[in-house]
């Protein structure tokens, strides 16, 4: 599960990584950055360094003010081609609206979930949302292996099957106190509590400092972060 969540870790580096050049121009067409500011963890100056940061990534395919699930793909592999469960996992996360297309805010507010200063109780929801795949409020067996073999395939790294099953075998005899073969809501926050590491690829130290990356935004604000 480390090695799932690393993952997601880096997947989110490599979003920002592969736009971070380039970017020097004031923020446009950003409506009301103080709300936005209110109802997550960022600063308005950072919401306006995340605003450079989501149009550039949206105009990779279709520029049209979105982010697609191609572009979100662009941004992380420089290739549409490539399958990924977990990259589609992600997308549908921070896809709340289910409509195919990333809105800003939506990017914002799921990104805010890695800031560093953002709630405990946040960042064990979506991790635990991350495995949920059928959306049934609690984590199969199934569900496990599905993330662990594909995060493992997309790294690299080949480990056979029984490996893999005695590695999920361990997960649920700690995890699965009910002994119902699943693993709800209250067993997997037990389980984090009790291994914070689970919980350590869910913070972005440099989500804090993103006005450092694109520090024009500083200068430019139009509006102040008080």
Request: hydrophobic letters at 40%.
């Amino acid at each position: 599960m480390v090695q799932f969540l690393g993952g997601l870790k880096d997947l989110l580096v490599a979003i920002v990584n592969c736009c971070e050049s380039g970017i020097n121009k004031r923020p446009r067409g950003l409506i009301n950055p103080e709300e936005l500011a209110r109802e997550t963890v960022f600063s308005v100056s950072e919401i306006e360094a995340l605003y450079e940061l989501f149009k550039k990534i949206s105009i990779a395919v279709v520029d049209d003010g979105y982010i697609n699930k191609e572009e979100f793909q662009l941004a992380l592999f420089k290739s549409n081609k490539k399958e990924s469960l977990f990259a589609d996992r992600v997308f549908d996360l921070f896809d709340v609206k289910h409509n195919g297309m990333l809105e800003f805010e939506e990017f914002a507010r799921a990104l805010s979930v890695f800031h560093p200063n953002a709630a405990v109780e946040e960042k064990i929801e979506f991790s635990f949302q991350l495995y949920d795949l059928k959306h049934q409020g609690f984590i199969e067996r199934q569900e496990v292996k599905q993330m662990v073999v594909a995060t493992l395939a997309e790294s690299g790294m080949n480990l056979s099957d029984d490996v893999i099953e005695i590695i999920i075998d361990k997960t649920f005899e700690e995890a699965d106190t009910k002994h119902d073969g699943r693993i709800d809501k209250e067993e997997w926050r037990s389980l984090v509590m009790r291994h914070p590491s689970l919980l350590k690829n869910m913070t972005l130290q440099y989500l804090k400092d993103i006005t450092t990356a694109f520090p024009s935004f500083v200068f430019h604000s139009q509006v102040d972060d008080t």
